[in-house]
C-alpha cells in the first residue's frame, strides 16, 4: 500500500526553502538531501486493458537500478493518495521487454493476468525527473520528503513535474499528514489530487 501526500510546487526556490527546513532536518539524521535521477516508462496492452482495470504499470530507472511497479484502486481526497502496490527490483533485459508475469506469487496477480497475462505491452508515456528527498522521523512515523522536477512526455503533448510529496513509511498515517499539513501552511502549497500518470492520461485523452 502506497500512502502520500501530493503538493505542487511552482517555483525553484520554495522546493530548495522545503528541502533546508530546519524542522525537517532536526528529525532526519542525513547530512544532505539525496538526489535520485529517474526514468519511467509506462506500459499497456494496445487497447489498454490495464487502465480498464484501474492498474498502472511502469518500468522506473530510479538512479541506474530499474524497477517494475503495478499500482492500483485506491482515491485521493485533498492531496492524500492512498493505494495499492507492487515494486520489484528488475534486471535490463526485463526493462526492455517487460511483462506483467514479474508479479506472479503476488495478491493481486489473478486480477493482473486477467487484465494483461501473456499479451504484448507497449509504451504509453514515459517521464523523467529529478527527484531530491529528506527522510524525516517524528518519533512516530517516518516519512521522505521529496521534491520532484521535470517532464511527462506522451504522443499527445507534455507538461511539466513540480511536486511535493511527503510519503508514510512507517507508523502513524495521522503524524505523517500532520507533517504534510504543516509544510503546506508553511510554504502555501496546494493539495493535488492526481498522480503524474494521471496526468499523462489527461494529455492522451483518456482518463482513469
Not at 515494486?87 to 517487460?98: L, Q, W
Not at 507538461?159 to 503546506?184: C, F, H, K, P, T
Request: hydrophobic share 40%; aromatic share 8%; net charge negative.
Amino acid at each position: 500500500m502506497e500512502i502520500e501526500l501530493k503538493y505542487l510546487v511552482e517555483d525553484e526556490f520554495t522546493r530548495e526553502r522545503i528541502l533546508q527546513d530546519a524542522h525537517l532536518m532536526k528529525m532526519s539524521d542525513e547530512e544532505e538531501v539525496e538526489t535520485i535521477p529517474m526514468k519511467a516508462v509506462y506500459y499497456d496492452t494496445e487497447d489498454k486493458a490495464l487502465l480498464k482495470m484501474q492498474f498502472a504499470f511502469r518500468v522506473r530507472y530510479e538512479d541506474v537500478l530499474p524497477v517494475a511497479t503495478m499500482k492500483w484502486g485506491g482515491d485521493a481526497v485533498d492531496g492524500l493518495h492512498q493505494r495499492g502496490e507492487l515494486n520489484v527490483t528488475v534486471n535490463e533485459e526485463f526493462a526492455a521487454a517487460p511483462n506483467v508475469d514479474i508479479f506472479r506469487g503476488s495478491e493481486i496477480y489473478d486480477e493482473i493476468f486477467e487484465a494483461a497475462g501473456g499479451r504484448t505491452l507497449i509504451p504509453v508515456m514515459e517521464m523523467e525527473f529529478v527527484r531530491r528527498q529528506i527522510h524525516v522521523d517524528t518519533g512516530k512515523s517516518i516519512s521522505v520528503v521529496s521534491c520532484d522536477q521535470g517532464e511527462i512526455r506522451t504522443t499527445g503533448g507534455n507538461a511539466q513535474i513540480s511536486e511535493v510529496e511527503v510519503e508514510l513509511y512507517s507508523g502513524d498515517q495521522e503524524d505523517m499528514i500532520a507533517l504534510g499539513n504543516e509544510l503546506a501552511a508553511k510554504y502555501n502549497l496546494k493539495p493535488c489530487n492526481k498522480s503524474k500518470y494521471q496526468r499523462g492520461l489527461e494529455l492522451l485523452g483518456f482518463t482513469e
